[in-house]
């Protein structure tokens, strides 16, 4: 009978079987966990698969999200470095890097730029755009709401810079400031009790304020207006 050789495929398959039969065995694993591992390695493979591909996924998607939060970064260190055509180059980085934080900052500054034209109308848009972001900084939003109620109050848009300071007033560390351009806004439209009630509010956050070591220079001035209303 002629000597069975070594590499012969039949062999070679019986070897493997009979080596993957025994290396769970090396584990010193239970025998009822074996039988499992056993019966069901089609569906583990399958699931371990899924695994790696979820996991390689999430690994190309950090290194893509990496590369464009440094490149809309660039974008925006240039456009905000020219001095020629720094419009267009911010409207650049609005549209093509929308999702980062490097857009964001790009709408701010055209709202800066904005202003610095008079161009307000635009400056209003844009924020109040940014403002109904809900993925916007939490740190960010006060600012930008505030910017809003500022310059809706230039406009003489009296009504909606109430409605942002209002909304300001409720936002941690900007309530004395809400409450004192909401004393002033309603000063300016003659509602003097209004005006009065806000700048209470005003005095009452201020004792809070000074509680945490802060202070507001227009204090003193706030208390005689408020004493003026009281008086008229």
């Known amino acids: ?4 050789n070594a590499f012969d495929r039949q062999t070679i398959e019986m070897n493997a079987v009979v080596e993957s039969e025994g290396l769970l065995e090396q584990f010193n ?12 390695s089609k569906t583990i493979w399958i699931v371990i698969s899924c695994i790696a591909v979820v996991v390689v996924a999430a690994s190309l998607y950090d290194s893509y999200r990496t590369h464009t939060l440094e490149k809309a970064a660039s974008a925006l260190d240039t ?8 419009e267009e180059l911010l409207q650049g980085v609005v549209g093509e890097f929308s999702s980062t934080p490097s857009a964001t900052w790009g709408k701010i500054a055209l709202v800066k730029l904005y202003q610095e034209e008079k161009q307000y109308d635009k400056a209003v848009a844009l924020l109040v755009e940014i403002n109904a972001d809900s993925s916007l900084d939490s740190l960010v939003r006060p600012l930008v709401a505030y910017k809003l109620a500022a310059l809706y109050e230039e406009q003489g848009a009296m009504e909606k810079a109430l409605g942002v300071y209002t ?8 309530e004395a400031d809400a409450y004192k351009a909401m004393g002033r ?12 009630a806000m700048y209470k509010q005003y005095i009452e ?10 202070d507001d220079p227009a204090q003193n001035v706030i ?3 408020l004493k003026t209303l009281q008086n008229s």
């Open 1 to 4: 009978m002629a000597e069975q």
């Open 29 to 40: 694993l239970p025998p009822a966990f074996i039988k499992f591992l056993r019966n069901n």
């Open 79 to 86: 456009a905000l470095q020219s001095t020629d055509n720094s």
């Open 167 to 174: 909304v300001l007033s409720g936002m941690q560390g900007f």
């Open 185 to 196: 806004v309603q000063e300016s439209l003659g509602n003097k009790e209004q005006a009065a």
């Open 205 to 214: 956050q201020q004792k809070v304020s000074q509680a945490n070591g802060q």
């Open 223 to 225: 208390e005689a207006r």
